[in-house]
């Protein structure tokens, strides 16, 4: 089945602790990115990644880091979480550039940082 | 500047009615998508209908249709013969040629009452 997927969906957090979530994807896409959704603020772009080692930010990279060794993989890190990254968080994939590229999103994880 | 903009924070419905999100944008890039995503109490994202800037009709997917007027930088998404199941929060997003994101609204929390 084609998809992305996440690790953690849910993770309960200490402020400074560094975590990693994890995200994949089987269908072979160029493009990934992730979203971290907030009320009232809809989802914004964190990072994006167009292929392996070529990586870039999106509207709210700070305090975010990511990698692209592997054209599958795209994790998400937080060397020192803080609580006002407390928020839901979505990896997404899309084949391609190109205006109809529809992104396929993950399940989502709800981080919650103290 | 928004670049998206969805006025209606709450929407409540009866069952069985048509009901119309509305979203506007903003771009000056003359090629762009727009977009329609789901997101039910699950918190997935569902890929909904999506209508490009040169096409020449309004897009229509299932119950899903789009109101696209380009003059106006509206799209619309109308939901015809509202079912309980369409209770979610919508999204309007959307990707021009030369970005590599999708941008979002602010989203509308749709409710059909039985």
């Known amino acids: 089945e084609a998809q992305v997927t996440q690790n953690p969906r849910y993770l309960i957090t200490v402020t400074g602790k560094k975590l990693t979530v994890t995200c994949s994807q089987n269908m072979n896409h160029e493009y990934m990115s992730w979203y971290r959704q907030d009320p009232g603020l809809g989802l914004r772009q964190i990072y994006y990644?167009?292929?392996?080692?070529?990586?870039d930010k999106g509207d709210v990279p700070e305090g975010y880091k990511v990698s692209r060794k592997e054209k599958r993989n795209f994790p998400l890190i937080l060397e020192s979480p803080s609580p006002n990254q407390t928020s839901l968080y979505f990896c997404?994939?899309?084949?391609?550039?190109?205006?109809?590229?529809?992104?396929?999103f993950g399940p989502g994880t709800r981080l919650t940082v103290l | 500047a928004q670049k998206i903009t969805q006025t209606q924070p709450g929407m409540f419905v009866q069952e069985k009615e048509a009901v119309t999100l509305d979203c506007t944008y903003d771009?000056?890039?003359?090629?762009?998508?727009l977009f329609w995503y789901k997101q039910p109490s699950s918190g997935e994202m569902i890929f909904l209908i999506y209508q490009g800037s040169y096409d020449q009709q309004n897009a229509t997917e299932g119950r899903y249709s789009l109101n696209f007027q380009k003059a106006r930088k509206s799209a619309n998404l109308v939901i015809s013969a509202s079912q309980l199941g369409d209770s979610a929060m919508y999204f309007c997003?959307?990707?021009?040629?030369?970005?590599?994101?999708?941008?979002f609204g602010t989203g509308t929390r749709l409710t059909i009452i039985p």
């Open positions: 771009t000056s890039d003359p090629s762009y998508g």
């Open positions: 997404a994939s899309n084949l391609s550039g190109g205006l109809y590229n529809e992104q396929f």
């Open positions: 990644s167009m292929n392996v080692e070529v990586t």
């Open positions: 997003a959307m990707r021009e040629e030369l970005g590599e994101k999708l941008t």
